[in-house]
Nanobody, 114 residues
């Protein structure tokens, strides 16, 4: 059973930065496209960034130029560097494969507020 554990969230002021990390219990990163999803309060979960096993990255338009996804296959780690954060980035952030394969982890809360 693969477990996904997200960390690095917190409370940050608009314009601030955070770096999220995702650790997997199994060796899934080297063979799967991995992604960061988020679920804002009262809204559905959405994919915001993804990276294939060969390093090709995708980010949605709303975070383009502000968020950067990266991965370390050897360490089974996925990262999301978030800069110039906006209040609308407030959400619980999760990692998982793209398309979805595994159960969701607990996520990490990101709150952008002054």
């Amino acid at each position: 059973q693969v477990q996904l554990v997200e960390s690095g969230g917190g409370l940050v002021q608009p314009g601030g930065s955070l770096r999220l990390s995702c650790a997997a219990s199994g060796n899934i990163f080297s063979i799967n496209r991995m992604g960061w999803y988020r679920q804002p309060p009262g809204k559905q979960r959405e994919l915001v960034a993804a990276m294939s096993s060969d390093g090709r990255a995708y980010v949605v338009d709303s975070v383009k130029g502000r968020f950067t996804i990266s991965r370390d296959n050897a360490k089974n780690m996925l990262y999301l560097e978030m800069n110039s954060l906006k209040p609308e980035d407030t959400a619980v952030y999760y990692c998982n494969t793209v398309p979805l394969v595994y159960s969701w982890g607990q996520g990490t809360q990101v709150t952008v507020s002054s």
